[in-house]
């Protein structure tokens, strides 16, 4: 069994890739654990940026079903019409016409169920790909890359999920930004989340929206505050108001920030930063040391 | 020759609708007897495909024109299959009579 940590956020750019790929890096020099990196942010994937001697060792194409209306077979009846949840399905019986848009079809089937005719058809439709980096740190890389014009990122990151495996002691979930179907894909079965937040107007206003979900998930979360210094100090007072665990604080530097545009955002980094990984490390050491099943980590 | 207008309201003094999948009503106006009747949207909260049933709709009900703010994709590809004429009209204080009026001259 993995100990899977999701990284989240709500709003974008708070630097959910910034604080994963840090994890990641950093769990590598823990001995003889297995960590994989897993980028679920399939419409924008860039944790691969940060690993320049990264080597792709797989792509597996990821297709959806999609159906198909046999005109021949079909005695326009609208079944499939009534049951069409996505309102795909255009069927006008005086003028013979039934068509599904694949734009709005969302795969689940239900059309297939209604249609007594048989005139149901399906084919196969690429959404995306799995792409596997074999990376100098740990146990690789892997991520979901949406095909362009596809909508279909939560079904791409529900086959992504499922291709990983367990036998890795820990798995890094970079999830996409809002917290819409694609996010809760990302981190509804993660043992630990982490909210990456930014102490500004937004990022409170989209952390409060996170930590709606996250509750009605029932997720166990801490907070990890970047950017400090930026912004004002709401946020602080509204974690201690809420009870929400703050994990650490990343200090806003814009040293760091050009290191990052140059692709090195674990390497060479302030000493500030670097304390405060180590900080967020050791909580989270001792979140997974409680956790059940601690059994299989070799600390 | 029927046409549809996008209205907010079920009557002819009711303003025009810009918006066509999430129109309030469609006012299906005969050229011959000068009537209209009003069709309620039930699509108006789904949330896909308003567009695509809103142009199905106006297919089944054998109309030759659509006026209303601006067509989605969707919706224009099926209306385009059909020879459904679409009328884009951007005056955002107009009724759906005044629309009428200019139909009838």
Known sequence: MSYKIAIASGKGGTGKTTVSVNLFKRLNERQGTKVQLVDCDVEEPNDIIFFCDAEVIDVQEVSQKVPEIDSEKCTFCRKCVEYCEFNAIVVLPTVSFAEINPTLCHSCGACSVACEDDAIIKYYKPIGAIHYYKTKENNGLAEGKLEIGSTMQTKLIRELKKKISDQNDIIIYDAPPGTSCPVVETIHDSDYLILVAEPTLFGLHDLKLMVALVREIGLEFGVVINKVGLGDNDIYEYLVNEHIELLGEIPFSKEYASLYAEGEITGEIPETIHQSYTEILDTLNLKMMHHEGNHHFKW | ?105
């Open chain 2, 1 to 105: 020759m029927k046409t549809v207008i996008t209205s907010s309201g079920e009557n002819n003094s009711a303003q025009f609708d810009k918006r066509f999948g999430r129109a309030a009503w469609f006012c299906v106006f005969d050229e011959e007897t000068k009537e209209s009747i009003f069709v309620k949207n039930t699509n108006t909260n789904a949330n896909n495909g308003a567009g695509t049933k809103a142009a199905e709709r106006i297919v089944d009900m054998n109309v030759q024109k659509v006026i209303s703010g601006d067509f989605g994709p969707k919706a224009k590809d099926l209306l385009d299959k059909f020879n459904v004429q679409m009328v884009i009209v951007q005056d955002n204080d107009v009724t759906v009579q005044e629309i009428i009026e200019k139909l009838k001259a």
